[in-house]
């Protein structure tokens, strides 16, 4: 299986700062025949289920606000958040669906500094 | 609008096994996959298969393979997952989740169910 590594493990933030979270991969999720990196995000905040917010690595899902973005390629990633909001707060995991193997990071906690 | 709604928390004894169902609403049941997902507590969201609603076909994370069991009713919407031998590292809130596209393949899931607590304790 595709070990998936975040980096940090936990972050704080000062309201209306940027976050930025990183995402690697044991091995490039690049798929060469439609160039799309199977790569998503998720936020997950205490007793709810994960919230889909990018996938395909940079594609943003219906209805996520824009300060939220996917980069990278291949088999480095990253989630900014360009000006954190209180609502921000939570746990955001990386997934990769390149394999048939599905697995997560193990997830950056973001906090309000 | 999507919605699926799990079954309620099971305490089990090691060496039982536990069965989670899944109702789907605001969609076309049979045209997206449904995978199963959990998470142990303070643990990474862990895979555990995905099976096609329409089909029936299924694929299992390898480390579950011979002790789950994912079965779909297309009469009643329902998905289930069924989880044998259990043991204390099964203690986990189980998810399903829809899959985002309805093309034929599996990629990602996008709505999510409210989650199974599954104890397993002696």
């Known amino acids: 299986d595709i070990v998936v590594t975040q980096s940090p493990d936990s972050l704080a933030v000062s309201l209306g700062e940027r976050a930025t979270i990183s995402c690697k991969t044991s091995?490039?999720?690049?798929?060469?025949?439609?160039?799309?990196?199977?790569l998503a995000w998720y936020q997950q905040k205490p007793g709810q289920p994960p919230k889909l917010l990018i996938y395909?690595?940079?594609t943003r899902e219906s209805g996520v606000p824009d300060r939220f973005s996917g980069s990278g390629s291949g088999a480095d990633f990253s989630l900014t958040i360009s000006s954190l909001q209180a609502e921000d707060v939570g746990i955001y995991y990386c997934?990769?669906?390149?394999?048939?193997?599905?697995?997560f990071g193990q997830g950056t906690k973001v906090e309000i500094k | 609008q999507v919605q699926l709604v799990q079954s309620g928390a099971e305490v089990k004894k090691p060496g039982a096994s536990v069965k989670v169902s899944c109702k789907a609403s605001g969609y076309i049941f049979t045209n997206f996959h449904i995978h199963w997902v959990r998470q142990a507590p303070g643990q990474r969201l862990e895979w555990m298969g995905v099976i096609n609603s329409g089909s029936g076909g299924i694929t299992y994370a390898q480390s579950l393979q011979g002790r789950v069991t994912m079965t779909r009713d297309t009469s009643a919407n329902i998905a289930y997952m069924e989880l044998s031998s259990l043991g204390s590292e099964d203690t986990a809130v189980y998810y399903c989740?829809?899959?985002?596209?309805?093309?034929?393949?599996?990629?990602?899931?996008?709505?999510w169910g409210q989650g199974t607590l599954v104890t397993v304790s002696s």
């Open positions: 091995q490039s999720v690049l798929y060469s025949s439609n160039n799309k990196n199977y």
């Open positions: 989740a829809r899959d985002h596209f309805d093309t034929g393949g599996f990629y990602f899931p996008d709505y």
């Open positions: 997934h990769q669906y390149y394999t048939t193997g599905r697995t």
């Open positions: 395909w690595g940079s």
